[in-house]
């Protein structure tokens, strides 16, 4: 390859990789240096990177890996099957092949499975020079992923405190690193989920995040770059549970048909027979609509506030428990706050739809009959009724679906919005029935 290549960004070189015919890529990694193809590897989408080192003889494709992040390596392994997985780690020099299988053992979607063990320690007991000669000595050897952030250690690896590059850079001579570095260190478990990894990183603003054992061993570190892929990744996954449907493994475009078929047809399934309850209410009055064919008017602007306001308040909260704003434990704070929410914003719907049904009959714009006054107050208290229910209803049940062990964002909007219908129907033609009795109906 010529020097142009030598000046992009390896993540500019997958782009250029991924738009290639597939049999082509395997050539193009193959002209470039080892390091510069690991570096583009690690850019590269998972389901080509996967197909490539499967192609490649078990050798070739170890020294290119060998030449990736110790995080990267593992979760390119892992995403292979077994059988290949493990051809490769033999052909590993064996110091990488143990730091390989032991980033393997970890739960991918834990810190465990995020953190590198491309690292810079320092023991505690050391004088700023001698900090930075073992700094320049890491950094000579290899590649760190985070040389920004130096670890002080004890003489049985337990972390002691933290300091930035710069501030080792920038302290007197002769001082002792434990005098510079902070003793209190946010650091995690590596059985800790990928989620709440995310959340602290970003409460105190980390760049990297240390991994420790229940001794306070330092394990590795998690980065910000890794923190930010878990964050596109949650927010990918519950939009698409939003949208009322699983989510998808892979991008968009690579999904084959029957995938996403599979994946979208369950919950259309689900939420298909959900309506048909809302048939059953409706057919149930069907006596009152025929008498009073105005009242399936306002069906539409009934079932639809509802939905609407079950799924603000489902979004919502949903929100809130991802951040950790909202626990389990603070479901009775949510129904105080939702409740006169809920009946403001009925009230507010409710007293719009009524005054525009009256208005409406009173100009003369509309026949609504001699008892326009009472049909606009049927309205009216529905929308109070059914705007409220749907607020507690949203909000209660990422509750309800955590408490069971589901992923709150599977009470997606559609979910929410036909569990409201059901009730919508229902309370309208009740509050009709009450208000219009001996008059239209």
Known sequence: MGPQTEEMHPADLADVAEALPEELVRAFLAALPRERAAEVLEYL????????LEELPAGEAAEIVAEMDPDERADALE?????TADEILQELEPEEKAETERLLQYDPYTAGGLMTTEFVSVLETLTVEESLRGVRAMARGGRREAMYTIYTVDDTGRLRGVLS???????????????????????VSPDMLQEEVSQITSNYDLVALPVV??????LGVVTVDDVIDVIQEEGTEDAQKFGGMEALEEPYMQISLWQNVRKRGGWLAVLAVSEMLTASVMARYEDELGRVILLAQFIPLIMS???????????LIIRAMALG???LSDWWQVVQRELPAGLILGLMLGTLAAARISAWALLGLYDYGPHHFRLALTVGITLVSIVTIGSLTGSMLP??????GFDPASASAPFVATLVDVSAISIYFSVAYMMLRGTLL
């Open 79 to 83: 995403e292979l099957d077994e059988e």
């Open 165 to 187: 590059l710069r501030e080792l850079l920038a302290a007197p001579e002769g001082t002792r690193i434990s005098e510079l570095a902070w003793s209190e260190v946010v650091s």
């Open 45 to 52: 989408d998972e389901e080509l990177r996967t197909q490539v």
């Open 213 to 218: 054992d229940v001794d306070k061993r330092l």
């Open 399 to 404: 509750f309800l679906l955590r408490r069971l």
């Open 305 to 315: 506030s509802g939905g609407n306001s079950g799924s603000q308040a489902t979004s």
């Open 325 to 327: 704003e909202v626990r």
